[in-house]
């Protein structure tokens, strides 16, 4: 199944990624709240200079409640995104938008994932993005209902201690985001 998934993407696909989990370390019943406390995941940068080459767009769509909680401002989530984005421009990768929401589970925001309105959002910024012809790389049960909803493509991220989504919400299932980018890669050679 991945490699059929590898053998579909072509420079007009467009990538959402979830943050946390998929990007960089969660903290286990935290939150990344400034820089000194984001840690990328092994190999995500080599993965992103990978995925850079691949796909039309990428775009990171990230709940971030921490902020709704008060344990962070939206200038300390700025801060970090921007530290982020340059940490990845300078290892050849590339972002081309991060939309994030910052409210709580339980308020009925309509960008909240699983709810579809950041990646609506990406297509009102980017008209070009096809959500048929989109992956949504996550590592939860809501990015890849938010994938599915949209009629994207959906990968999962086997991080440890998550569970996994019922099969019919996923496309593929990779241990990381770098073992997905070399699948990728690889499928872009043969």
């Known amino acids: 199944m991945n490699d059929t998934l590898a053998s579909l993407i072509d ?8 943050r ?3 990007l960089n370390r969660n903290i286990p019943g935290g939150y990344v709240c400034d820089w000194e406390e984001f840690e990328f995941l092994q190999g995500v940068l080599d993965a992103m200079a990978m995925l ?3 796909f039309q767009r990428i775009f990171v769509v990230t ?3 921490g902020v709704g909680k008060g344990l ?4 300390d989530l700025s801060h970090i995104h921007d530290r982020m984005y340059e940490s990845i421009r300078e290892s050849g990768g590339r972002i081309d938008a991060i939309y994030y ?3 709580m589970t339980y308020e009925d925001d309509f960008r909240r994932k699983p709810s579809p309105g950041m990646a609506l959002q990406a297509k009102t910024e980017f008209p070009e993005v096809l959500f048929s012809r989109s992956i949504m790389v996550g590592d939860s049960i809501s990015d890849m209902e938010f994938g599915h909803r949209l009629g994207m493509k959906t990968v999962f991220i086997q991080s440890e201690g998550a569970d996994a989504p019922p099969p019919e919400l996923t496309t593929a299932v990779y241990p990381s985001l770098f073992q997905f980018a070399i699948s990728v890669f690889a499928g872009s050679r043969s």
């Open 63 to 65: 709940n971030q409640q």
């Open 52 to 54: 850079n080459s691949r």
């Open 20 to 22: 946390d989990g998929v």
């Open 11 to 18: 420079s007009e696909w467009t990538l959402f990624l979830d």
């Open 72 to 75: 962070m401002t939206e200038s």
């Open 101 to 103: 929401c910052p409210s």
